[in-house]
């Protein structure tokens, strides 16, 4: 007899004993059994507790019997035999445990076989595959069987964090460097997905480089999904944001002095030792990008991942079902910021209504075209510079709108964007 079937024969002989041990398989699913006959068994036991039936020999017997699958298990002699040579136990967790364990094994068997053999195939891309596995792999972990921790558990963890907060020992969120931003929200919070919008050419790239500026160099990990620009133009704007020099002449390095130039090398080294990752793989899917994620999140501890931005991620279903996609791909990437404890910041297009003045502000229903991606976000954010009519470009002065908060305050603050660092600052006037 194999450790598996002396293990599951070992569980439901118990409950034959004691059928008040079956509370302690509270985490079992009767596919965690291997044998279809023990799946069965374990099947029938808990229609029965769940109808108020005692669980015994007999009355198992009878309860299969009258629904037929009695033969399909052995018989009643079958039944009778699980309790043979065991002794009585009020405690089975062991039992529970060793049978988990047993059922992950045969799961990780399967995985690996049917990735192996989809490999060979060559029928699927390597990224597609390699995201599937983590994925499935991580199911299997999630479904260890572990029992919930109990709610006075829960709470006085929490107590312990709202201390640990309190005395600076715990991050509560990661700044944005806008003051009044800062003080109206408490920033950047981990487990918890925040959305930033705006038009094209509003400055919502650089709120996130400001965030990188900050937090890198305290040695907080940080991935960066970045569509929109190259790692050399991401680092040469935040050489512009530490060093204070205009990021034109970073962009045009003949415009630099001889000076400017040593501590623009100098600025770049300081970045390329800093605990950041700079992806800029094109077409991610979804699925990529949280598979990339979790992979970060054991490499080097990520704290902080931005996605820059949805609308260039790839989609592959077709336009007609471009909203679901949308929907879909927000709340993959909720459910990986509160299941990795992640602080996450998702960049976003919004859109541009007909027949609405284009320096309207735009509002938290702008979101809405292109998916219900501020329904799946803890905090959304709107940025907002209105278009000069001579110029057409963005004017200096603009508001940040916290459009939607769970947890904190909602409204807008007044802010200016420093052309040269291409920056927000703090504007005179504070809250709009």
Known sequence: ??????????????????????????????????????????????????AGYSIDNVTLGEYMGRHGVLSSIGGASYIASLTEGLPRRRHIGDYVDLLHEQWQRRQLVKICESYAARTE??????SELIAGADRDLLNVIADSGSDWPSIEQQVHAEMEVIHEQRAGRKVMGYRYGIPALDRMIIGLVPKEMTVLGGRPEQGKSSIMAQLIAIHCPLGIPIHVFSYEMSA????????SIITGIPFHKIRHPERLSVDEAKVVDQALLRISTWPWVIDESASLTADQVC??????????????????????????GNQNQRYLDVTAACVAMAGLAKDEDLALLLISSVSEKSGR??????????????????????????VHREIDEETGRPVQDGMIMVAKARSDEAGAVRVWFNTNTLTFEASRGGTA
């Open 1 to 50: 007899m194999s450790v598996t079937e002396s293990t599951e024969r070992a569980i439901l002989g118990s409950i034959l004993f004691d059928h008040e041990v079956l509370d302690q398989t509270s985490s079992l699913e009767p596919t965690a059994f291997a044998l279809a006959s023990h799946q069965q068994i374990f099947q029938a036991m808990r229609k029965m507790a769940k």
């Open 121 to 126: 195939n060559g029928a699927e891309e390597v």
């Open 232 to 239: 050399g133009q991401l680092s040469r704007r935040i050489a």
């Open 291 to 316: 598979a990339r994620a979790r992979m970060s999140k054991r490499r080097q501890g990520t704290a902080i991942v931005c996605v820059d931005y949805l609308q260039k991620m790839r989609f592959d």
């Open 357 to 382: 003045n284009r320096n309207d502000a735009p509002t938290l229903q702008d979101f809405r075209q292109s998916g219900d991606i501020a329904y799946e976000a803890s905090t959304a954010l709107l």
